[in-house]
T-cell receptor, first 115, second 114 residues
Framework: DTAVSQTPKYLVTQMGNDKSIKCEQN?????MYWYKQDSKKFLKIMFS???????INETVPNRFSPKSPDKAHLNLHINSLELGDSAVYFC??????????????FGPGTRLTVL | AQSVAQPEDQVNVAEGNPLTVKCTYS??????LFWYVQYPNRGLQFLLK??????LVKGSYGFEAEFNKSQTSFHLKKPSALVSDSALYFC????????????FGGGTRLMVKP
């Protein structure tokens, strides 16, 4: 049973297109995240949602818009894709936004390639 | 602000030998510390974490890490490396007073040779 799942696994698209990545967790967690891993493997948080409410937004261009229809899902929509958006995007979840000791569990990643 | 440094881009070790992957951190308060492992084309898998208490933390796959407050370090160790341990390892820190913001180090690639 996959705890944190993402679709699609691979996404190849042209510059200027709009695309979405979906994330679902079946762990019963109330907090979900999006991370971006660049070509040098550097991992940086983009967004965090707690009970469908945005709590972290880390200087990400407004072309990126997260949407959380319920606490088990956090989707990432990207408008007007640019070459620099090429990366691996990871979704993660944890229980308790204020509980700093909570472990974050990661999905398998979505490799986005913008041509 | 919080930060993590993994000073080695790559660590090479022979199978059966002990391994150490280094991590130092900086937080304004007290830290929560984590280690994750990433196998090729896979997501990050949680290995272990330090919250409080015993400075030596044991985790998955025989890994352990030692929290050293005076040196602000949290090095990952294993007594006997396996070829299957070859992967990318990430250290992460969270300041106890900074909510759920997790900051990752740049990663260290571990290569275990037969």
């Amino acid at each position: 049973d996959t705890a944190v799942s993402q679709t699609p696994k691979y996404l190849v698209t042209q510059m200027g297109n709009d695309k979405s990545i979906k994330c679902e967790q079946n762990l019963g967690h109330d907090t979900m995240y999006w991370y971006k891993q660049d070509s040098k493997k550097f991992l940086k948080i983009m967004f965090s949602y707690n009970n469908k409410e945005l709590i972290i937004n880390e200087t990400v261009p407004n072309r990126f818009s997260p949407k959380s229809p319920d606490k088990a899902h956090l989707n990432l929509h990207i408008n007007s894709l640019e070459l620099g958006d090429s990366a691996v995007y990871f979704c993660a979840s944890s229980q308790g936004w204020k509980s700093g000791e909570a472990t974050q569990y990661f999905g398998p990643g979505t490799r986005l390639t913008v041509l | 602000a919080q930060s993590v440094a993994q000073p080695e881009d790559q660590v090479n070790v022979a199978e059966g030998n002990p391994l150490t992957v280094k991590c130092t951190y900086s937080v304004s308060g007290n830290p929560y510390l984590f280690w994750y492992v990433q196998y090729p084309n896979r997501g990050l898998q949680f290995l272990l974490k330090y919250i409080t208490g015993d400075n030596l933390v044991k985790g998955s796959y025989g890994f352990e890490a030692e929290f050293n407050k005076s040196q602000t370090s949290f090095h990952l160790k294993k007594p006997s490396a396996l070829v299957s341990d070859s992967a990318l390892y990430f250290c992460a820190v969270r300041d106890r007073d900074a909510g759920n913001m997790l900051t990752f180090g740049g990663g260290t690639r571990l290569m275990v040779k037969p």
